[in-house]
């Protein structure tokens, strides 16, 4: 339970060499509120089934740690306190919050069962800067009336919570030092962001997933001339609501997916000098109007995933040379778009999955020295175009989630031993194909599924030690040597070897696996229990685990 409170953070402390070695740093799960259901104040002798009386010293553990949440924290001027997803925090735990006064600087009640109620003496907290409450929905208009006098505050995030109205945002006009407010999924908020107009320091607002965000919500949003970010996805905000934003000079990161917007909102966007991070994907963009595209010069990352837009648009984007991250996922383009492309150099990240680009493309792309993550999932390229892809020293992260690649194709890209990520998930890549993995000596990620494996495919997977997540589904070929060989991994994290021929008998092999979180081995002959022992006996990190 200390783990869910900070110590104050100007006190330095080795928290780990303190009473001969006894550490003081608790996890949740190992907190002390098991004591409460480990002793009763009678029990059963096992050998004689005679009830006998407990001794005084558990006696005193049960009572302590039946009432331990009214005293352990209180008036200990912690400042900062952080209880999100901990289980059982409700009215009760408020009195000790609130009662470190003026030292309190943050809290943090996500998940909690708190209610209006239990934010009464929160008002004592005069100082304290972050308030954390999301997916409290027991919280409504009044207990927002009760924090309203909170000026220090300068975070405030609600996210998930339905009960908050209009009406009751008319308190947060008062709350002058705000800096960062989060309204995710609360949608009753229609009409109440004119109260915010008063706070002119806001910098950060997100509103998205509020479908009952119009257009009249974002006139009174042209006063916050500090807004930095404006978060407003899945709203009802069309292109005449954006021109109240353009003159938020100060924008830096505007996200507009899923909202039903042209490129004709465009024009109100080239008048924000300071926009970086513009996400306007699933929208209804199309080839007409996304020439204003050019007139974003100082962008650097761009969402169009999911867009009726062709190669016309890739011309328009030449000139964006600050570009960085670029997304075209399930987009019409094709080979002759990415010629317009070959400029960018600082292009670090590309998005092409689910598009008709091809091997011809890929020749546009050599040139990108500096691309360090690249997404070609079920695109038209083969073994051939691969080639190209072997001067770009810098990538990290490739996803090949394609069907044509084979191993002649793996082999063309041996050059590139700086990969960290490989996603061959869909490749026709076969016992042969993984010799060529021991270049990629800083893989962290792999994935290889669809059959053509067998054991002797892992032999080559084995010496790859910096592997912390690794799918091997659908490989029905693998048996419980394979395992044998994966035991050698021991930074895995998460481990699939699903729809293979591993049995019961090779779980003995991941015991060595103590990083292990999350294992799958559906359609096998495994069974939940046999999961369920060996995260009993030998992996107690194990989090997830299929079958279950």
């Given at each position: 339970?200390?783990?869910?409170?900070?110590?104050?953070?100007?006190?330095?402390?080795?928290?780990?060499?303190?009473?001969?070695?006894v550490?003081?740093?608790?996890?949740?799960?190992?907190?002390?509120?098991?004591?409460?259901?480990?002793f009763?104040?009678?029990?059963?002798d096992n050998?004689?089934?005679?009830?006998?009386?407990?001794?005084?010293?558990?006696?005193?553990?049960?009572?302590i740690?039946?009432?331990?949440?009214?005293?352990?924290?209180?008036?200990?001027?912690?400042?900062?306190?952080?209880?999100?997803?901990?289980?059982?925090?409700?009215?009760?735990?408020?009195?000790i919050?609130?009662?470190?006064?003026?030292?309190?600087?943050?809290?943090?009640?996500?998940?909690?069962?708190?209610?209006?109620?239990g934010?009464?003496?929160?008002?004592?907290?005069?100082?304290?800067?972050?308030?954390?409450?999301?997916?409290?929905?027991?919280?409504?208009?009044?207990?927002?009336?009760?924090?309203?006098g909170l000026?220090?505050?300068t975070?405030?995030?609600?996210?998930?919570?339905?009960s908050?109205?209009?009406k009751?945002?008319?308190?947060?006009?008062?709350?002058?030092?705000?800096?960062?407010?989060?309204?995710?999924?609360?949608?009753g908020?229609?009409?109440?962001?004119?109260?915010?107009?008063?706070?002119?320091?806001?910098?950060?607002?997100?509103?998205?997933?509020?479908?009952?965000?119009?257009?009249?919500?974002?006139?009174?949003?042209?006063?916050?001339?500090?807004?930095k970010?404006?978060?407003?996805s899945?709203?009802?905000?069309?292109?005449?609501?954006?021109?109240?934003?353009?003159?938020?000079?100060?924008?830096?990161?505007?996200?507009?997916?899923?909202c039903?917007?042209?490129?004709?909102?465009?024009?109100?966007?080239?008048?924000?000098?300071?926009l970086?991070?513009?996400?306007?994907?699933?929208?209804?963009?199309?080839?007409?109007?996304?020439?204003?595209?050019?007139?974003?010069?100082?962008?650097?990352?761009?969402?169009?995933?999911?867009?009726?837009?062709?190669?016309?648009?890739?011309?328009?984007?030449?000139?964006?040379?600050?570009?960085?991250?670029?997304?075209?996922?399930?987009?019409?383009?094709?080979?002759?778009?990415?010629?317009?492309?070959a400029?960018?150099?600082?292009?670090?990240?590309?998005?092409?999955?689910?598009t008709?680009?091809?091997?011809?493309?890929?020749?546009?792309?050599?040139?990108?020295?500096?691309?360090?993550?690249?997404?070609?999932?079920?695109?038209?390229?083969t073994?051939?175009?691969?080639?190209?892809?072997?001067?770009?020293?810098?990538l990290?992260?490739?996803?090949?989630?394609?069907?044509?690649?084979?191993?002649?194709?793996?082999?063309?890209?041996?050059?590139?031993?700086?990969?960290?990520?490989l996603?061959?998930?869909c490749?026709?890549?076969?016992?042969?194909?993984?010799?060529?993995?021991?270049?990629?000596?800083?893989?962290?990620s792999?994935?290889?599924?669809?059959?053509?494996?067998?054991?002797?495919?892992?032999?080559?997977?084995?010496?790859?030690?910096?592997?912390?997540?690794?799918?091997?589904?659908?490989?029905?070929?693998?048996?419980?040597?394979?395992?044998?060989l994966?035991s050698?991994?021991?930074?895995?994290?998460?481990l699939?070897?699903?729809?293979?021929?591993?049995?019961?008998?090779?779980?003995?092999?991941?015991?060595?696996?103590?990083n292990l979180?999350?294992l799958?081995?559906?359609?096998?002959k495994?069974t939940?229990?046999?999961?369920?022992?060996?995260?009993?006996?030998?992996?107690?990190?194990?989090?997830?685990?299929?079958?279950?």
């Amino acid at each position: 339970m200390g783990g869910a409170c900070s110590r104050k953070r100007d006190q330095q402390t080795n928290e780990d060499n303190v009473h001969g070695g006894v550490s003081r740093r608790y996890s949740k799960s190992g907190s002390s509120k098991w004591l409460g259901t480990s002793f009763s104040r009678a029990y059963v002798d096992n050998k004689d089934g005679k009830a006998i009386c407990p001794s005084l010293m558990e006696l005193c553990i049960y009572k302590i740690s039946e009432e331990i949440y009214q005293y352990a924290f209180q008036d200990c001027a912690l400042q900062d306190i952080n209880l999100g997803e901990y289980p059982g925090v409700d009215d009760a735990w408020m009195d000790i919050i609130c009662s470190q006064g003026s030292s309190l600087l943050s809290a943090d009640l996500s998940g909690s069962d708190v209610t209006d109620s239990g934010l009464f003496h929160m008002k004592d907290c005069k100082n304290v800067e972050a308030l954390n409450f999301n997916f409290c929905d027991q919280i409504s208009d009044v207990g927002l009336g009760r924090i309203s006098g909170l000026s220090n505050l300068t975070t405030l995030s609600l996210k998930r919570n339905s009960s908050i109205t209009a009406k009751g945002m008319s308190v947060l006009s008062g709350l002058i030092n705000l800096l960062k407010l989060d309204l995710e999924r609360c949608h009753g908020v229609h009409g109440g962001l004119v109260h915010l107009r008063g706070l002119k320091k806001l910098e950060a607002l997100n509103i998205n997933c509020c479908n009952c965000i119009t257009d009249a919500d974002m006139k009174p949003l042209s006063e916050l001339t500090n807004l930095k970010e404006l978060q407003i996805s899945c709203s009802k905000v069309t292109d005449h609501g954006v021109t109240f934003l353009k003159g938020l000079h100060k924008l830096a990161l505007l996200n507009m997916e899923r909202c039903p917007i042209t490129a004709a909102c465009l024009g109100s966007l080239s008048d924000i000098v300071a926009l970086l991070y513009l996400n306007v994907s699933r929208s209804n963009l199309t080839d007409n109007g996304c020439d204003k595209f050019s007139k974003l010069k100082s962008l650097k990352v761009l969402n169009l995933g999911f867009n009726d837009i062709s190669d016309a648009v890739l011309a328009h984007l030449k000139g964006l040379i600050h570009l960085e991250s670029l997304n075209l996922d399930s987009c019409r383009i094709g080979d002759e778009g990415l010629v317009h492309l070959a400029g960018l150099d600082h292009l670090k990240c590309l998005e092409l999955s689910d598009t008709e680009v091809g091997n011809n493309g890929l020749r546009h792309l050599s040139g990108l020295v500096n691309l360090e993550s690249l997404n070609l999932s079920f695109t038209i390229i083969t073994d051939g175009g691969l080639r190209y892809l072997a001067k770009l020293s810098s990538l990290r992260s490739l996803n090949l989630d394609v069907r044509q690649i084979t191993d002649a194709g793996l082999a063309a890209l041996t050059s590139l031993t700086g990969l960290t990520h490989l996603d061959l998930f869909c490749a026709k890549i076969t016992d042969n194909g993984t010799n060529y993995l021991r270049n990629f000596k800083n893989l962290r990620s792999l994935e290889i599924c669809g059959g053509g494996l067998t054991d002797a495919g892992v032999k080559n997977i084995k010496n790859l030690q910096s592997l912390m997540l690794l799918n091997l589904s659908q490989n029905n070929h693998l048996t419980d040597k394979s395992l044998e060989l994966i035991s050698e991994l021991t930074q895995l994290v998460s481990l699939n070897v699903s729809s293979s021929r591993v049995t019961s008998a090779g779980l003995q092999h991941l015991t060595k696996l103590k990083n292990l979180k999350s294992l799958s081995l559906e359609s096998t002959k495994v069974t939940a229990n046999d999961i369920k022992r060996l995260h009993e006996s030998h992996l107690p990190d194990l989090m997830t685990f299929r079958p279950e």
